[in-house]
């Protein structure tokens, strides 16, 4: 059971690190990432609206209306958006790497929101995700062979991404308690395509344009999130989440091999700082107690 549960969770994580690579597809037949963006969202409300539809589970409180609205803008506008500009401008494997500065904004909201002490562990989690962010900042990433440092529009979209993403953890706080992932997928993902839409230029799509946003959509948004959660039937939180760490590294491999994206040297270096980090934050969550970040 312990080994089918890191099988679900590593699937899932392989499922994720493919967003880049597979939009970059989408960009090449002549999409645009806000398109990409809205498609994921729009696509992937099929599949969540349609099996909250079967289990009957589309119920929500008037109270709730508010905040599911915001989480629609934060977790699905701005989070898609900002997740396929950086890609755009940065490449996939940057944009995965930065993504996973979600625990570090995580532990600042939870000290600012929550007035949760931060302890020694926390602390070097922050130091060290600052430093990794410092050093892909600094060199960033090109093309295989190429020189080239990282676009400060592609530093910010990183970042913003990775915050956006860290918000889930606070949504998921005030919501997994009433609702299930179909059920609130079911409206935010409306909320989030809608207000990506005044933005978006539709452009004619190939086959393989099609294909890159069913791929993006159903297998790497709601059959990695199914196989996610599958995973921690089996597997407490913490190491499934050490676990999904794999999401930049498949990120990172696809997009050499496929886009030949490399990093130079002090962008992997800061990139290993930044997954430090996250392990480390994961590891003092559990030594507390805590649940991780989604």
């Not at 050093?135 to 990183?158: D, E, K, R």
């Not at 933005?199 to 948004?221: D, E, N, R, Y």
């Not at 130079?264 to 430090?276: D, K």
Request: proline share 4%; glycine share 12%; with cysteine.
């Amino acid at each position: 059971m312990l080994a089918r549960g890191y099988v679900y969770i590593l699937l899932a994580a392989a499922l994720w690190g493919l967003i880049g690579p597979l939009a970059k597809l989408a960009f090449q037949e002549g999409l645009a990432p806000l398109e990409v963006a809205f498609w994921r969202a729009v696509l992937a409300w099929a599949c969540f609206g349609g099996e909250a539809l079967v289990k009957g589970e589309v119920r929500l409180a008037s109270r709730d209306i508010p905040a599911v609205a915001v989480f629609g803008v934060t977790g699905v506008t701005l989070f898609y958006g900002s997740y396929q500009l950086a890609v755009e401008s940065g490449g996939a494997a940057m944009a995965a790497v930065l993504l996973y500065t979600a625990p570090a904004w995580v532990v600042l909201l939870a000290a600012v929101i929550f007035k949760e002490r931060l302890g020694a562990l926390k602390l070097l989690a922050l130091a060290l995700t600052l430093a990794g962010v410092v050093l892909i900042s600094l060199q960033g990433t090109a093309l295989a062979g190429a020189g080239g440092g990282l676009p400060v529009a592609a530093l910010a979209y990183g970042l913003t991404a990775g915050f956006c993403y860290s918000l889930y953890y606070l949504f998921g706080k005030r919501f997994a308690a009433r609702y299930n992932a179909a059920n609130l997928f079911t409206y935010i993902l409306p909320v989030g395509a809608l207000l990506l839409l005044p933005w978006v230029t539709f452009a004619p799509k190939s086959a393989t344009a099609w294909g890159a946003l069913a791929a993006v959509s159903v297998l790497s948004t709601y059959g990695a999130y199914h196989l996610y959660y599958a995973g921690l039937r089996h597997l407490e939180a913490g190491r499934a989440a050490i676990t999904a760490t794999l999401e930049p590294v498949v990120a990172a491999g696809v997009a050499f091999i496929w886009w030949g994206e490399a990093f130079s040297p002090a962008g992997y270096a800061g990139g290993v700082l930044i997954l430090a980090a996250v392990v480390l934050t994961i590891r003092d969550d559990m030594r507390r107690g805590g649940a991780p970040a989604p």
